[in-house]
T-cell receptor, first 113, second 116 residues
Framework: AQTVTQSQPEMSVQEAETVTLSCTYDTSESNYYLFWYKQPPSRQMILVIRQEAYKQQNATENRFSVNFQKAAKSFSLKISDSQLGDTAMYFCAFTGTASKLTFGTGTRLQVTL | DAGVTQSPTHLIKTRGQQVTLRCSPKSGHDTVSWYQQALGQGPQFIFQYYEEEERQRGNFPDRFSGHQFPNYSSELNVNALLLGDSALYLC???????????????FGSGTQLSVL
């Protein structure tokens, strides 16, 4: 069974600064996807960034980038130039051979002035 | 283009009652998955429907059942409600991948169920 662990329940960062959210996972599968989702107070899960396990290059989406360490089973999210609108819950998630997502417990990110 | 829509947004029930939640997938999608998100937790996979059949199921009791209609919309039914069923129920839609890994799920805003 796959597991996803987020060890930081809460994080805080000042506006315009950089913050990194941590995620580790465990799987025996070789082909899979990893995701970071954002859940604002509206409750909708919004995809921030995705990474295909077979790609060595780290994914980047504007101010969001990941550090994917396959051997270490680590998948951290870096948010650069943090904005007030980035305040939300962030979930790391995994999908393997089955088309279901396994989520971590989330990190609550607060961006302050 | 409407995204994934869920109804109702909020619901209050008492223990032992039954509840039905509804989901309309994003236009062009034929597969619907349901997730339960308890307070302070990440979502947990309940089941997935495609071609009106349950294709995959997570670790949930038989009290949780579903249905998919010919127009791809879906219902989640929970019988004999328990206090522990209080949660946000999220629906996600996608295009069928034969049950294999799917990188493109779109989520609705959920139904908040409170069981008293």
């Amino acid at each position: 069974a796959q597991t996803v662990t987020q060890s930081q329940p809460e994080m805080s960062v000042q506006e315009a600064e950089t913050v990194t959210l941590s995620c580790t996972y465990d799987t025996s599968e070789s082909n899979y996807y990893l995701f970071w989702y954002k859940q604002p107070p509206s409750r909708q899960m919004i995809l921030v960034i995705r990474q295909e396990a077979y790609k060595q290059q780290n994914a980047t989406e504007n101010r969001f980038s990941v550090n994917f360490q396959k051997a270490a089973k680590s998948f951290s999210l870096k948010i650069s130039d943090s904005q007030l609108g980035d305040t939300a819950m962030y979930f790391c998630a995994f999908t393997g051979t089955a088309s279901k997502l396994t989520f971590g417990t989330g990190t609550r990110l607060q961006v302050t002035l | 283009d409407a995204g994934v829509t869920q109804s109702p947004t909020h619901l209050i029930k008492t223990r032992g009652q039954q509840v039905t939640l509804r989901c309309s997938p994003k236009s062009g999608h034929d597969t619907v998955s349901w997730y339960q998100q308890a307070l302070g937790q990440g979502p947990q996979f309940i089941f997935q429907y495609y071609e009106e059949e349950e294709r995959q199921r997570g670790n949930f009791p038989d009290r949780f059942s579903g249905h998919q209609f010919p127009n791809y919309s879906s219902e989640l039914n929970v019988n004999a409600l328990l206090l522990g069923d209080s949660a946000l129920y999220l629906c996600a839609s996608s295009s069928w991948t034969g049950g294999a890994s799917n990188e493109k799920l779109f989520f609705g805003s959920g139904t908040q169920l409170s069981v008293l």
